[in-house]
């Protein structure tokens, strides 16, 4: 991979505490965490940042169901969330939540302030429909049968004295930037929604709610009985993380560093808070946009969305736990594309198992190992014994890979290097190295089954970093050596 040396800082959207994390915020953070790693290696200086979101009036109701305070429960959830770190090998440099008065409260006051100072804040009466699962007040257009399409809630009539952010303001400004891609929207299909959105204009928001009604949240700056609408404070953690709010010369230069940042992970359903409300705080305090904005789709189960209701919810521990890490990451990468809905199943997941990992990748891995253990250290002159078309294959899946990951089709840039398992199967079996009795020319032989492996390898390191690393304990293709050690099973068959 070329090397470079940028600042790369990379988010998840932070989640809400109202509940235990599932296999659609598994599918974010695994997500961000090819990105991260894929950055990491090519030499950046990267900065991926997770979290919890636990204001506001959705976690408070959940607490209360559960018999806990709200600071008690979004605790215990808030630690579930950090958990998918060890459960799902995520690299996260850092680890925001919205209760921190230390760390986010700061940023997010600074914040509002800033917007307060550009006039840009100011008092109205509202009466509107809140959906409480969207934290946002909805339209009529947005409900079905007179619930919310999306959360099958009816949503609630508030009438209140809120302050308001001058959104509209900036709708030009927002527009511009987005069709100039200064603000990058991927995929293309979700930037024609947004663009075709600002068409029919932008409206202010409300971005308070009364002290009296909800008092779990930020309070708004000199305004006792305001709190902080929860997505503005929500919003602020990408700033506050990185220091912003903290006053001292340090934490801001750290923040100078650090934002914009390059992307922000994210699904559809919350995209129009990314693409909107979020570049209109920045311009109004002043600050770069961030990068990219990368839109992913929904994970359904056995076609149906994944809902408490429907009891059909996905734990990712209980997965990992029964199949491992990387199959986990390796059915979410690569049978769910990335900027589309996609589909969980256990079939599914089996297939993908037994086909592409245990029969795939780790019976090639094995079969190799087998075939070349006696001979290792076998050396090599990479110009004389690697084949011209085996050579192409690997710089085809090179090329194609840098290119989808660059685009963001993780799937794809999985079926480059699954074409390379094809290719290096292929090669053995027409080769028959079992069948061959000159050492010299086994030698050769797994040497180009080893360039494969090797690439291989080396491509699959932001995917599934674990396996990669137990890859290469088995087949080290290395400057002018190839190492060849029988190990355990990559993916024991199921
Ligand atoms: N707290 C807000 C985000 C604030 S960001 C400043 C929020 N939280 S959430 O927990 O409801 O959802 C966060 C993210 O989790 C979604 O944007 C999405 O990335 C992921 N997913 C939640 N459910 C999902 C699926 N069923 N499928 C795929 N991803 C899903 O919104």
């Known amino acids: 991979m070329k090397k470079s040396q940028s600042k790369f800082y990379i988010t998840t959207p932070i989640f809400y505490t109202n509940g235990s994390p599932h296999l659609g915020h598994a599918f974010t953070s ?28 959705t976690n408070v109701r959940a607490a209360e169901a559960a018999g806990k305070s709200p600071v008690e429960f979004v605790t215990e959830i808030s630690a579930e969330f950090r958990e998918l770190r060890n459960a799902l090998n995520l690299s996260w440099d850092d680890f925001i939540r919205t209760s921190d008065q230390e760390r986010h409260w700061p940023g997010a006051e600074k914040l509002w302030r800033k917007l307060a100072r550009a006039g840009d804040l100011y008092r109205k009466k509202y009466r509107g429909l809140y959906c409480v699962g969207h934290e946002a007040f909805i339209t009529e257009k947005d409900l079905v049968g007179g619930k919310c399409a999306h959360h099958q809630k009816e949503p609630e009539v508030i009438e209140e004295e809120n302050w308001f952010f001058r959104l509209s303001k900036y709708q030009s400004k927002i527009e511009s930037s987005i069709k100039n891609q200064e603000l990058r929207i ?17 409206e202010d928001v409300s971005f308070s709610r009364p002290r009296k009604d909800l008092s779990w949240g930020v309070p708004v700056p000199d305004d006792l009985d305001s709190t902080m609408y929860v997505w503005c404070d929500a919003l602020a953690n990408y700033l506050s993380a990185i220091g912003y709010g903290q006053g001292q010369n340090i934490e801001m230069s750290k923040f100078r560093e650090w934002w914009p940042a390059q992307v922000h992970v994210l699904a559809k359903d919350i995209l129009r808070f990314h693409a909107l409300i979020w570049p209109g705080m920045l311009l109004s305090a002043d600050l770069p946009l961030p990068q990219t904005l990368l ?67 780790g019976n090639l891995v094995a079969r190799v190992a087998a075939l070349g253990e006696k001979l290792s250290p076998i050396r090599f002159d990479f110009k004389n014994h690697i084949e011209k078309e085996i050579d192409a294959a690997s710089d085809r899946a090179f090329t194609g890979y840098e290119h989808h990951i660059a685009e963001f089709r993780f799937n794809e840039a999985l079926a480059d290097i699954w074409a390379l398992v094809g ?65 355990e099973p990559l993916f024991p068959r199921r």
């Open 295 to 361: 839109v992913h789709g929904f994970i359904t189960v056995e076609s149906q969305k994944m809902s408490k209701t429907v009891g059909n919810v996905v734990n990712p521990l209980t997965l990992v736990r029964k199949y491992g890490i990387d199959p986990v990451r390796y059915y979410l990468l690569r049978e769910i594309a990335s900027t589309e809905d996609g589909d969980f199943s256990v079939s599914k997941f089996e297939q993908r198992y037994n086909g592409d990992l245990a029969n795939g990748l």
């Open 186 to 202: 991927v995929p293309e299909s979700r930037r024609n929604e947004v663009l075709a959105f600002l068409g029919g204009g932008l």
């Open 30 to 57: 695994v997500l961000a965490d090819v990105l991260a790693r894929y950055h990491r290696i090519k030499g950046d200086n990267v900065r991926f940042l997770t979290g919890t979101d636990e204001h506001g009036a």
């Open 423 to 487: 290719a290096a199967d292929r090669y053995i079996n027409k080769k028959k190295p079992w069948a061959i009795a000159d050492e010299n020319e086994l030698r050769r032989v797994l040497t180009n089954a080893g360039y494969l492996i090797g690439t291989i390898t080396n491509l699959l390191e932001p995917f599934l970093p674990e396996s990669a690393g137990k890859i290469k304990k088995q087949i080290c293709f290395q400057d002018s050596v190839l190492e060849i050690k029988k190990g």
